[in-house]
T-cell receptor, first 110, second 115 residues
Framework: AQRVTQPEKLLSVFKGAPVELKCNYSYSGSPELFWYVQYSRQRLQLLLRHISRESIKGFTADLNKGETSFHLKKPFAQEEDSAMYYCALKGGAGSYQLTFGKGTKLSVIP | DADVTQTPRNRITKTGKRIMLECSQTKGHDRMYWYRQDPGLGLRLIYYSFDVKDINKGEISDGYSVSRQAQAKFSLSLESAIPNQTALYFC??????????????FGEGSRLTVL
């Protein structure tokens, strides 16, 4: 079975402080990991995927297979980063599905 | 603008009533999904469809049914709504022609309250 764990429901940081949103996964195969973001009054949207190894809006995430983690990081938080963040894993029994974590609400304090 | 549209956006109903949530998309994507979002539980997959003739149960399909009327339309039904189906429902699409990148395109959500 595949599972995604986001241990923090809420994370509050001050503007300019570093941010790390934690994500751990459980999956027997080779995982594909994603971060989705939902800003206030906006649709849920893809932020980044591990295979792209890209930085989006200053955020990066590295897949650590040894620790089965895919933490989302940003060196300096901005107020506009306040949102709900979901880690997601792609996999499963020959069909395409995304399994989402329970989400972490990031609040950046001015 | 190519989009994923859900109707209704908000609905309040009573226990036992039949409810249909509709989703239409102009993205031309074959794959469509219905998710449910609950505070503290994240998003959970209810049903998904890879084409008009392919319907699959997700993680929490009990109490729900779906209909894929066309490539562009995917409806979710609650035959007899109950209060614990109160939630925010999302429709999403994906395009396997893009190499199965894992990107889902979401609608704005339908908030359902069952009294």
């Amino acid at each position: 079975a595949q599972r995604v764990t986001q241990p923090e429901k809420l994370l509050s940081v001050f503007k300019g402080a570093p941010v790390e949103l934690k994500c751990n996964y459980s999956y027997s195969g080779s995982p594909e990991l994603f971060w989705y973001v939902q800003y206030s009054r906006q649709r849920l949207q893809l932020l980044l995927r591990h295979i792209s190894r890209e930085s989006i809006k200053g955020f990066t995430a590295d897949l650590n297979k040894g620790e089965t983690s895919f933490h989302l990081k940003k060196p300096f938080a901005q107020e506009e980063d306040s949102a709900m963040y979901y880690c997601a894993l792609k996999g499963g029994a020959g069909s395409y599905q995304l399994t989402f974590g329970k989400g972490t609400k990031l609040s950046v304090i001015p | 603008d190519a989009d994923v549209t859900q109707t209704p956006r908000n609905r309040i109903t009573k226990t036992g009533k039949r409810i249909m949530l509709e989703c239409s998309q102009t993205k031309g994507h074959d794959r469509m999904y219905w998710y449910r979002q609950d505070p503290g539980l994240g998003l959970r997959l209810i049903y998904y469809s890879f084409d008009v003739k392919d319907i699959n149960k997700g993680e929490i399909s009990d109490g729900y049914s779906v209909s894929r009327q066309a490539q562009a339309k995917f409806s979710l039904s609650l035959e007899s709504a109950i209060p614990n189906q109160t939630a925010l429902y999302f429709c999403a699409t994906s395009d396997p022609r893009q190499g199965d990148t894992g990107e889902l395109f979401f609608g704005e959500g339908s908030r359902l309250t069952v009294l």
